[in-house]
């Protein structure tokens, strides 16, 4: 992991003299000193997981669905079986991160019970991928007690994949993480786009625009974690939609903020504006289909 | 000889390294009780470790609407870490350290835009850690 082995010098120094001490029995003490990794340089930059990068959150996505008012729609949410049939690494993290925005959308949509039984389909799946404790009994049952309150399962759900997160992150496993997160964004894209009735609200047309360094990040994000060729049909994928964005190109214009010391709160008054076009949206709508297709085939 | 050199570097391998997850682990666990039930987590984790004047930056997109709060520690106790939130124009949006190095401040946000968030040691408090950012937002 690049964040880590830039920045750990104890740990690079005991793997160089480990590999020195295995590899090459005649090998001396000097021999040894001259594998010690040289310091950072200064102001050296050190990526935050690897990447300068995150991907922002499936509830937020839920939250822009209901308040641009468009049907709640269960279908449109993975069936909880899925996980039975998906058995290969890439396959069943991104369907859990799928899994997260569908709990995400059926959660503020007030529909507690499939919020259950999607955080139980997440538990199993959770177990196969060995995420450690975060989705564990304990957290089924405070959402059991708490499933009329939608911000407190937000809360639950939020926090367990955090936990998630730290525990793949802290194990090397970004892969794993990544391809989480890259799962949580495709659904929440086909959420938004699967109803035709999006491409002609604003606010949900201008967040598709917002997608674009998104994309371009989490393209990123995923060659990094390449390694055997796993992912390379998702990767493939993800570029034929980021073509899709190629004419898509937002404004900005700075505003100076404001700041309230009292409240520890700065209000950010800067303007992005973007415009993206019935037609680019159904355009989108299809490729992030075929996407989402794709993993769970 | 060379066997016993490999078995000791081995511990110590491993153990720096479970020293690190626990460390950040540590100060994750103090950094969250910064994002208060007025927000919702957004389900994800940063941390590197920070050696000198080292800098750890991360993009984050910020929609319209909504507020964030933005938790940074590092060390043992708040105000270690100093972050500036900065937009794709190089224009400082906020730092905490025109505010005593805060740990934890909200950004109200009218319009989505693209920002980074860069965060070192304060030198005065640490020479290196594990730096923790943590994230949540209300509507």
């Given at each position: 992991?690049?964040?880590?082995?830039?920045?750990?010098?104890?740990?690079?120094?005991?793997?160089?003299?480990?590999?020195?001490?295995?590899?090459?029995?005649?090998?001396?003490?000097?021999?040894?000193?001259?594998?010690?990794?040289?310091?950072?340089?200064?102001?050296?930059?050190?990526?935050?997981?690897?990447?300068?990068?995150?991907?922002?959150?499936?509830?937020?996505?839920?939250?822009?669905?209901?308040?641009?008012?468009?049907?709640?729609?269960?279908?449109?949410?993975?069936?909880?079986?899925?996980?039975?049939?998906?058995?290969?690494?890439?396959?069943?993290?991104?369907?859990?991160?799928?899994?997260?925005?569908?709990?995400?959308?059926?959660?503020?949509?007030?529909?507690?019970?499939?919020?259950?039984?999607?955080?139980?389909?997440?538990?199993?799946?959770?177990?196969?991928?060995?995420?450690?404790?975060?989705?564990?009994?304990?957290?089924?049952?405070?959402?059991?007690?708490?499933?009329?309150?939608?911000?407190?399962?937000?809360?639950?759900?939020?926090?367990?994949?955090?936990?998630?997160?730290?525990?793949?992150?802290?194990?090397?496993?970004?892969?794993?993480?990544?391809?989480?997160?890259?799962?949580?964004w495709v659904e929440s894209m086909?959420?938004?786009?699967?109803?035709?009735?999006?491409?002609?609200?604003?606010?949900?047309?201008?967040?598709?625009?917002?997608?674009?360094?998104?994309?371009?990040?989490?393209?990123?994000?995923?060659?990094?974690?390449?390694?055997?060729?796993?992912?390379?049909?998702?990767?493939?994928?993800?570029?034929?939609?980021?073509?899709?964005?190629?004419?898509?190109?937002?404004?900005?214009?700075?505003?100076?903020?404001?700041?309230?010391?009292?409240?520890?709160?700065?209000?950010?008054?800067?303007?992005?504006?973007?415009?993206?076009?019935?037609?680019?949206?159904?355009s989108i709508a299809a490729k992030?289909?075929?996407?989402?297709?794709?993993?769970?085939? | 000889?060379?066997?016993?050199?490999?078995?000791?570097?081995?511990?110590?391998?491993?153990?720096?390294?479970?020293?690190?997850?626990?460390?950040?682990?540590?100060?994750?666990?103090?950094?969250?009780?910064?994002i208060s039930e007025a927000y919702?987590?957004?389900?994800?984790?940063?941390?590197?470790?920070?050696?000198?004047?080292?800098?750890?930056?991360?993009?984050?997109?910020?929609?319209?609407?909504?507020?964030?709060?933005?938790?940074?520690?590092?060390?043992?106790?708040?105000?270690?870490?100093?972050?500036?939130?900065?937009?794709?124009?190089?224009?400082?949006?906020?730092?905490?350290?025109?505010?005593?190095?805060?740990?934890?401040?909200?950004?109200?946000?009218?319009?989505?835009?693209?920002?980074?968030?860069?965060?070192?040691?304060?030198?005065?408090?640490?020479?290196?850690?594990?730096?923790?950012?943590?994230?949540?937002?209300?509507?």
């Amino acid at each position: 992991m690049m964040a880590f082995s830039r920045s750990h010098p104890v740990l690079l120094l005991c793997f160089g003299l480990l590999i020195t001490g295995c590899g090459s029995p005649d090998a001396t003490e000097s021999e040894a000193e001259v594998n010690v990794p040289e310091p950072p340089k200064e102001n050296e930059v050190v990526a935050i997981g690897g990447r300068t990068f995150s991907i922002p959150s499936p509830v937020q996505a839920a939250f822009a669905i209901k308040n641009s008012g468009l049907k709640y729609q269960r279908d449109l949410t993975v069936p909880l079986d899925r996980g039975a049939s998906l058995v290969g690494k890439m396959q069943q993290a991104t369907l859990l991160g799928m899994y997260g925005a569908d709990m995400a959308y059926v959660t503020v949509h007030n529909d507690g019970q499939r919020a259950l039984a999607t955080l139980q389909a997440i538990e199993k799946l959770g177990g196969e991928l060995e995420l450690g404790n975060a989705f564990d009994r304990s957290l089924l049952d405070r959402f059991k007690r708490n499933v009329g309150s939608e911000d407190s399962l937000l809360r639950f759900s939020g926090t367990a994949f955090r936990a998630a997160d730290e525990y793949l992150k802290n194990n090397e496993r970004d892969d794993v993480s990544t391809l989480v997160l890259v799962g949580g964004w495709v659904e929440s894209m086909h959420l938004t786009l699967a109803d035709p009735a999006a491409a002609k609200t604003e606010k949900l047309t201008q967040r598709i625009g917002e997608q674009k360094s998104t994309l371009d990040g989490m393209v990123a994000l995923l060659r990094e974690i390449e390694e055997d060729g796993a992912n390379a049909a998702l990767v493939n994928a993800l570029v034929e939609l980021q073509a899709e964005y190629t004419d898509i190109s937002p404004t900005y214009t700075y505003e100076k903020p404001v700041t309230d010391p009292a409240s520890r709160t700065t209000y950010i008054n800067s303007v992005t504006a973007v415009s993206v076009s019935e037609e680019k949206m159904a355009s989108i709508a299809a490729k992030v289909l075929a996407i989402r297709s794709m993993i769970l085939a | 000889m060379y066997r016993s050199t490999f078995l000791i570097l081995s511990f110590l391998g491993a153990f720096a390294a479970q020293a690190q997850s626990g460390m950040c682990g540590t100060i994750a666990d103090r950094c969250e009780k910064h994002i208060s039930e007025a927000y919702i987590p957004d389900g994800q984790f940063y941390r590197a470790l920070l050696n000198g004047d080292e800098m750890a930056e991360f993009g984050l997109t910020l929609y319209g609407g909504s507020t964030y709060r933005v938790a940074a520690c590092s060390g043992d106790s708040d105000g270690v870490l100093i972050f500036h939130v900065v937009d794709k124009e190089g224009n400082v949006l906020f730092t905490n350290k025109d505010h005593g190095n805060a740990p934890y401040w909200d950004l109200a946000v009218a319009h989505t835009l693209d920002v980074t968030v860069e965060a070192t040691l304060d030198p005065a408090k640490a020479g290196s850690g594990c730096a923790v950012l943590l994230i949540g937002f209300k509507r």
